[in-house]
């Protein structure tokens, strides 16, 4: 199993930026973030394949940007032009190869972005 801390998150105005980072024991093949808010369903984030290849949702996409650090397994999710709709609690995760569903996850780390 392998153990994900989370670190970076906080409170931002709208269309501030902040970086998240995600110290693994090991990694996977498929890493990445997905959030969760209060009352609203599990979204994924971002993901990065070993390959280096990046899926995005939508809602993110051109405004967030995933990379990893493989020589100290740390991931990160670098987030600008952050919205009021980005709060939610994120989640550092190792992901079942190339799709949306954790096999691990860390604690999490609150964003909340204010208007």
């Known amino acids: 199993q392998v153990q994900l801390v989370e670190s970076g998150g906080g409170s931002v105005l709208a269309g501030g930026s902040l970086r998240l980072s995600c110290s693994a024991s090991?990694?996977?093949?498929?890493m990445g973030w997905f959030r969760q808010a209060p009352g609203k369903e599990r979204e994924g984030v971002a993901r990065i394949n070993s390959d280096g290849s990046t899926t995005y949702a939508d809602s993110v996409t051109g405004r967030f940007t995933i990379s990893q650090d493989k020589a100290n397994n740390t991931l990160y999710l670098q987030m600008n032009s952050l919205k009021a709709e980005d709060t939610a609690k994120y989640y550092c995760?190792?992901?079942?190869?190339?799709?949306?569903?954790?096999?691990?996850r860390g604690q999490g780390t609150q964003v909340t972005v204010s208007s």
């Open positions: 090991l990694t996977y093949m498929t």
């Open positions: 995760a190792a992901f079942y190869t190339g799709t949306w569903a954790a096999r691990d």
